[in-house]
Protein backbone atom coordinates (compact mmCIF):
# COMPACT_ATOMS: atom_id res chain seq x y z
CA UNK A 1 0.00 0.00 0.00
CA UNK A 2 1.80 3.54 -0.85
CA UNK A 3 0.75 6.71 0.18
CA UNK A 4 -1.89 7.79 -2.55
CA UNK A 5 -4.09 4.86 -0.52
CA UNK A 6 -3.49 6.55 2.78
CA UNK A 7 -4.35 10.30 1.34
CA UNK A 8 -7.95 8.11 -0.03
CA UNK A 9 -8.27 6.57 3.24
CA UNK A 10 -8.34 10.48 4.61
CA UNK A 11 -9.95 12.12 2.04
CA UNK A 12 -12.73 14.00 3.68
CA UNK A 13 -9.98 15.21 5.97
CA UNK A 14 -7.27 16.49 4.43
CA UNK A 15 -9.59 18.60 2.03
CA UNK A 16 -10.52 19.81 5.77
CA UNK A 17 -6.78 20.65 6.88
CA UNK A 18 -6.42 22.42 3.18
CA UNK A 19 -9.30 24.68 3.81
CA UNK A 20 -7.83 26.11 7.08
CA UNK A 21 -4.62 26.07 5.51
CA UNK A 22 -6.08 28.43 3.32
CA UNK A 23 -8.01 30.57 5.36
CA UNK A 24 -5.15 30.63 7.72
CA UNK A 25 -2.80 32.50 5.16
CA UNK A 26 -5.74 34.55 3.42
CA UNK A 27 -4.85 37.98 2.97
CA UNK A 28 -5.06 41.05 0.89
CA UNK A 29 -1.73 42.14 -0.47
CA UNK A 30 -1.91 40.71 -3.53
CA UNK A 31 2.21 39.18 -3.95
CA UNK A 32 1.98 37.73 -0.94
CA UNK A 33 -1.51 35.85 -1.44
CA UNK A 34 -0.83 35.03 -4.97
CA UNK A 35 3.17 33.63 -3.69
CA UNK A 36 1.22 32.05 -1.05
CA UNK A 37 -1.17 30.00 -3.38
CA UNK A 38 1.71 29.38 -5.85
CA UNK A 39 3.44 27.94 -2.77
CA UNK A 40 0.12 25.56 -1.25
CA UNK A 41 -0.51 24.36 -5.56
CA UNK A 42 3.12 22.88 -5.72
CA UNK A 43 3.26 21.27 -2.03
CA UNK A 44 4.70 18.55 -1.11
CA UNK A 45 3.32 14.98 0.02
CA UNK A 46 1.67 16.54 3.59
CA UNK A 47 3.32 14.09 5.37
CA UNK A 48 2.81 16.23 8.60
CA UNK A 49 -0.77 16.15 8.25
CA UNK A 50 -1.47 12.49 7.35
CA UNK A 51 0.60 11.83 10.90
CA UNK A 52 -1.71 14.21 12.35
CA UNK A 53 -5.20 12.58 11.29
CA UNK A 54 -3.84 9.17 11.40
CA UNK A 55 -2.38 9.83 15.07
CA UNK A 56 -6.07 11.08 15.61
CA UNK A 57 -8.25 8.39 13.96
CA UNK A 58 -6.02 5.70 16.31
CA UNK A 59 -7.12 6.64 19.44
CA UNK A 60 -10.30 8.19 18.73
CA UNK A 61 -12.53 10.94 16.53
CA UNK A 62 -11.09 13.47 14.15
CA UNK A 63 -12.64 17.33 15.60
CA UNK A 64 -12.01 20.76 14.18
CA UNK A 65 -8.97 21.09 16.81
CA UNK A 66 -6.90 18.17 15.41
CA UNK A 67 -7.62 19.76 11.56
CA UNK A 68 -6.54 23.06 12.99
CA UNK A 69 -3.09 21.31 14.39
CA UNK A 70 -2.63 18.96 11.51
CA UNK A 71 -2.99 22.28 9.24
CA UNK A 72 -0.44 24.42 12.11
CA UNK A 73 2.04 21.87 10.99
CA UNK A 74 2.07 21.80 7.60
CA UNK A 75 2.19 26.01 7.84
CA UNK A 76 5.14 25.26 10.04
CA UNK A 77 6.93 23.25 7.61
CA UNK A 78 6.10 24.88 5.06
CA UNK A 79 7.92 28.17 7.01
CA UNK A 80 10.73 26.83 7.80
CA UNK A 81 11.46 25.77 3.34
CA UNK A 82 10.94 29.23 2.57
CA UNK A 83 13.76 29.98 5.15
CA UNK A 84 16.11 26.92 4.29
CA UNK A 85 15.99 28.06 0.83
CA UNK A 86 17.69 31.29 2.17
CA UNK A 87 20.43 29.90 4.43
CA UNK A 88 21.02 27.29 1.62
CA UNK A 89 21.45 29.44 -0.92
CA UNK A 90 18.77 27.14 -3.17
CA UNK A 91 17.64 28.07 -6.58
CA UNK A 92 14.84 25.37 -7.01
CA UNK A 93 13.05 23.34 -4.77
CA UNK A 94 10.56 20.25 -5.91
CA UNK A 95 12.12 21.39 -9.48
CA UNK A 96 10.55 24.56 -9.30
CA UNK A 97 12.43 27.73 -8.76
CA UNK A 98 11.82 28.93 -5.00
CA UNK A 99 10.95 32.38 -3.81
CA UNK A 100 14.09 33.08 -3.09
CA UNK A 101 15.66 32.80 -6.40
CA UNK A 102 11.75 34.24 -8.11
CA UNK A 103 12.15 37.62 -5.16
CA UNK A 104 15.03 37.72 -3.26
CA UNK A 105 16.43 35.99 -0.11
CA UNK A 106 14.84 38.79 2.32
CA UNK A 107 10.76 38.36 0.58
CA UNK A 108 11.46 34.42 1.17
CA UNK A 109 12.65 35.40 4.81
CA UNK A 110 9.38 37.50 5.31
CA UNK A 111 7.01 35.18 3.90
CA UNK A 112 8.70 32.50 6.04
CA UNK A 113 7.81 34.87 9.04
CA UNK A 114 4.49 35.44 7.91
CA UNK A 115 3.31 31.60 7.74
CA UNK A 116 4.88 30.77 11.41
CA UNK A 117 2.69 33.75 12.25
CA UNK A 118 -0.08 31.99 10.99
CA UNK A 119 0.63 29.15 12.20
CA UNK A 120 1.07 30.16 16.08
CA UNK A 121 -2.25 31.81 14.97
CA UNK A 122 -3.97 28.87 13.75
CA UNK A 123 -2.46 26.87 17.21
CA UNK A 124 -3.88 29.44 19.25
CA UNK A 125 -7.68 29.71 18.35
CA UNK A 126 -8.33 26.29 18.51
CA UNK A 127 -11.29 25.59 20.28
CA UNK A 128 -9.80 24.02 23.30
CA UNK A 129 -6.59 26.76 23.41
CA UNK A 130 -4.48 23.63 24.98
CA UNK A 131 -1.12 24.83 26.76
CA UNK A 132 0.23 21.61 26.25
CA UNK A 133 -0.48 21.96 22.58
CA UNK A 134 1.10 25.40 22.53
CA UNK A 135 4.34 24.19 24.38
CA UNK A 136 4.72 21.52 21.48
CA UNK A 137 4.72 24.23 18.80
CA UNK A 138 6.93 26.27 21.12
CA UNK A 139 9.37 23.67 21.32
CA UNK A 140 9.48 22.76 17.67
CA UNK A 141 10.38 26.40 16.35
CA UNK A 142 13.59 26.26 18.96
CA UNK A 143 14.43 23.06 18.13
CA UNK A 144 14.53 24.12 14.27
CA UNK A 145 16.31 27.32 14.88
CA UNK A 146 18.75 25.30 17.18
CA UNK A 147 19.17 22.42 14.71
CA UNK A 148 19.67 25.09 11.87
CA UNK A 149 22.09 26.93 13.81
CA UNK A 150 24.10 23.40 14.74
CA UNK A 151 24.19 22.19 11.52
CA UNK A 152 25.64 25.30 10.24
CA UNK A 153 28.64 25.23 13.10
CA UNK A 154 29.22 21.59 12.03
CA UNK A 155 29.41 22.37 8.77
CA UNK A 156 32.23 25.09 9.37
CA UNK A 157 34.02 22.73 11.73
CA UNK A 158 33.85 19.42 9.85
CA UNK A 159 33.72 17.15 12.90
CA UNK A 160 30.18 15.76 13.01
CA UNK A 161 29.73 12.73 15.03
CA UNK A 162 26.82 10.24 15.13
CA UNK A 163 25.73 12.40 17.88
CA UNK A 164 25.41 15.28 16.65
CA UNK A 165 23.78 13.96 13.22
CA UNK A 166 20.77 12.46 14.86
CA UNK A 167 20.41 15.79 17.53
CA UNK A 168 20.04 17.72 14.24
CA UNK A 169 18.20 15.66 12.42
CA UNK A 170 15.51 15.51 15.28
CA UNK A 171 15.63 19.29 15.95
CA UNK A 172 15.07 20.04 12.16
CA UNK A 173 12.90 17.25 10.85
CA UNK A 174 11.58 14.86 13.69
CA UNK A 175 10.32 17.62 16.36
CA UNK A 176 7.86 18.71 14.02
CA UNK A 177 7.11 14.71 13.28
CA UNK A 178 6.80 14.61 17.37
CA UNK A 179 4.39 17.41 18.43
CA UNK A 180 2.58 16.47 14.58
CA UNK A 181 1.45 13.44 16.21
CA UNK A 182 1.32 14.18 19.83
CA UNK A 183 -1.05 17.35 18.88
CA UNK A 184 -3.14 14.89 17.01
CA UNK A 185 -3.88 12.44 20.19
CA UNK A 186 -4.15 15.67 22.36
CA UNK A 187 -6.83 17.14 20.50
CA UNK A 188 -8.87 13.87 20.68
CA UNK A 189 -7.79 13.14 24.44
CA UNK A 190 -6.41 10.38 24.16
CA UNK A 191 -4.55 8.65 27.30
CA UNK A 192 -1.00 9.50 28.20
CA UNK A 193 0.10 5.90 27.21
CA UNK A 194 -1.45 6.59 23.67
CA UNK A 195 0.03 10.68 23.21
CA UNK A 196 3.89 9.00 24.43
CA UNK A 197 3.43 5.58 22.06
CA UNK A 198 2.40 8.13 18.98
CA UNK A 199 4.69 10.80 20.06
CA UNK A 200 7.63 8.06 20.18
CA UNK A 201 6.79 6.77 16.57
CA UNK A 202 6.78 10.11 15.03
CA UNK A 203 9.96 10.60 16.90
CA UNK A 204 11.79 7.54 14.91
CA UNK A 205 9.80 8.30 12.18
CA UNK A 206 10.84 11.85 11.04
CA UNK A 207 14.34 10.38 11.93
CA UNK A 208 14.34 7.66 9.53
CA UNK A 209 12.60 9.85 6.97
CA UNK A 210 15.49 12.38 7.08
CA UNK A 211 17.98 9.46 7.01
CA UNK A 212 16.18 8.69 3.79
CA UNK A 213 16.49 12.36 2.21
CA UNK A 214 20.47 12.16 3.05
CA UNK A 215 20.77 8.92 1.21
CA UNK A 216 19.30 10.51 -2.38
CA UNK A 217 22.30 13.28 -1.91
CA UNK A 218 24.17 9.89 -2.53
CA UNK A 219 22.10 7.97 -5.06
CA UNK A 220 20.95 9.32 -8.47
CA UNK A 221 17.27 9.72 -8.89
CA UNK A 222 15.14 12.23 -10.87
CA UNK A 223 12.42 11.55 -8.88
CA UNK A 224 13.81 13.77 -5.89
CA UNK A 225 13.90 17.00 -8.16
CA UNK A 226 17.26 17.08 -5.91
CA UNK A 227 21.10 16.71 -7.69
CA UNK A 228 23.58 14.29 -6.27
CA UNK A 229 26.24 16.05 -3.92
CA UNK A 230 24.33 19.00 -2.81
CA UNK A 231 24.76 18.30 0.89
CA UNK A 232 28.68 17.89 0.19
CA UNK A 233 28.05 21.16 -1.63
CA UNK A 234 27.57 22.72 2.06
CA UNK A 235 29.39 20.61 3.50
CA UNK A 236 27.09 18.63 5.47
CA UNK A 237 28.25 15.44 7.01
CA UNK A 238 25.42 13.31 6.82
CA UNK A 239 24.53 9.57 7.58
CA UNK A 240 26.11 7.69 4.76
CA UNK A 241 29.45 9.32 4.97
CA UNK A 242 29.79 8.52 9.15
CA UNK A 243 28.85 5.10 8.18
CA UNK A 244 31.85 5.08 5.56
CA UNK A 245 33.79 6.62 8.66
CA UNK A 246 32.92 3.55 10.36
CA UNK A 247 33.68 1.08 7.95
CA UNK A 248 37.37 2.80 6.78
CA UNK A 249 38.11 4.85 10.15
CA UNK A 250 41.72 5.03 8.51
CA UNK A 251 40.90 7.87 6.14
CA UNK A 252 38.01 9.71 8.16
CA UNK A 253 40.52 12.42 9.62
CA UNK A 254 41.37 12.97 5.44
CA UNK A 255 38.14 12.85 4.05
CA UNK A 256 36.67 15.01 7.02
CA UNK A 257 39.06 18.09 5.96
CA UNK A 258 37.93 17.45 2.12
CA UNK A 259 34.55 18.31 3.23
CA UNK A 260 35.75 21.70 4.78
CA UNK A 261 37.71 21.98 1.41
CA UNK A 262 34.62 21.96 -1.30
CA UNK A 263 33.21 25.38 -0.85
CA UNK A 264 36.16 26.78 -1.34
CA UNK A 265 37.13 24.55 -4.28
CA UNK A 266 40.15 22.59 -2.93
CA UNK A 267 38.04 18.95 -3.09
CA UNK A 268 36.23 17.42 -5.32
CA UNK A 269 32.56 15.98 -4.37
CA UNK A 270 33.50 13.14 -6.49
CA UNK A 271 36.20 11.74 -4.57
CA UNK A 272 33.82 11.75 -1.48
CA UNK A 273 30.82 10.13 -3.01
CA UNK A 274 33.42 7.40 -4.29
CA UNK A 275 34.85 6.97 -0.88
CA UNK A 276 31.20 6.74 0.46
CA UNK A 277 30.53 4.09 -2.58
CA UNK A 278 33.62 2.11 -1.75
CA UNK A 279 32.92 1.36 1.70
CA UNK A 280 29.22 0.62 1.54
CA UNK A 281 27.92 3.88 3.21
CA UNK A 282 24.31 4.18 1.55
CA UNK A 283 23.84 0.23 2.16
CA UNK A 284 25.05 0.78 5.79
CA UNK A 285 23.16 3.81 6.27
CA UNK A 286 20.11 2.18 4.77
CA UNK A 287 20.21 -0.53 7.40
CA UNK A 288 20.06 2.33 10.24
CA UNK A 289 17.19 3.92 8.71
CA UNK A 290 15.50 0.26 8.72
CA UNK A 291 16.45 0.32 12.25
CA UNK A 292 14.35 3.31 12.96
CA UNK A 293 11.10 2.18 10.97
CA UNK A 294 11.25 -0.74 12.92
CA UNK A 295 11.16 0.99 15.76
CA UNK A 296 8.87 3.29 14.73
CA UNK A 297 6.51 0.57 14.04
CA UNK A 298 7.11 -1.03 17.91
CA UNK A 299 6.32 2.12 19.34
CA UNK A 300 2.77 1.48 17.95
CA UNK A 301 2.34 -1.58 19.77
CA UNK A 302 0.22 -0.23 23.07
CA UNK A 303 -2.41 1.20 20.63
CA UNK A 304 -5.69 -0.83 19.84
CA UNK A 305 -5.85 -2.43 16.38
CA UNK A 306 -7.68 -0.20 13.48
CA UNK A 307 -7.26 0.54 10.53
CA UNK A 308 -5.87 4.00 11.40
CA UNK A 309 -3.00 2.01 12.86
CA UNK A 310 -2.54 -0.14 10.28
CA UNK A 311 -1.70 2.88 7.81
CA UNK A 312 0.66 4.33 10.51
CA UNK A 313 2.57 0.85 9.76
CA UNK A 314 1.93 1.32 6.17
CA UNK A 315 3.58 5.41 6.33
CA UNK A 316 6.48 4.34 7.99
CA UNK A 317 7.14 1.63 5.76
CA UNK A 318 6.08 4.05 2.48
CA UNK A 319 9.08 6.24 4.19
CA UNK A 320 11.73 3.84 4.37
CA UNK A 321 10.99 2.65 0.36
CA UNK A 322 10.21 6.16 -0.93
CA UNK A 323 11.69 6.90 -3.95
CA UNK A 324 11.56 10.66 -3.90
Known sequence: MGLEEIRSFLAPHLDGVESIIAQSLATDIELLDSTNRSIREHGG????PILSLLSALACGRINGDTLRYAAAAE?????????????????????RPTVSALLGPGASVLIGDFWLVRCVRTVIEASANNDEVTGLFAKTLSDL?????????KASS???????????VYSKTASLFETSARAAAISVKASPEYVEALGNYASALGIAFQIKDDIFDYVE???TGKP??????????TMPLLCAFEACPSR?????????RIASGGASVADITAFVAENDGVSRATAILGSYISKAVSCLEPLPASEAKSHLCQLAHFVGSRIA
Open 45 to 48: KMIR
Open 75 to 95: ILHNATLLHDDVVDGASTRRG
Open 145 to 153: SEGELLQMQ
Open 158 to 168: GDTSVDDYIRI
Open 221 to 223: SPS
Open 228 to 237: CGLDLLEQKI
Open 252 to 260: EAEIRCMVT
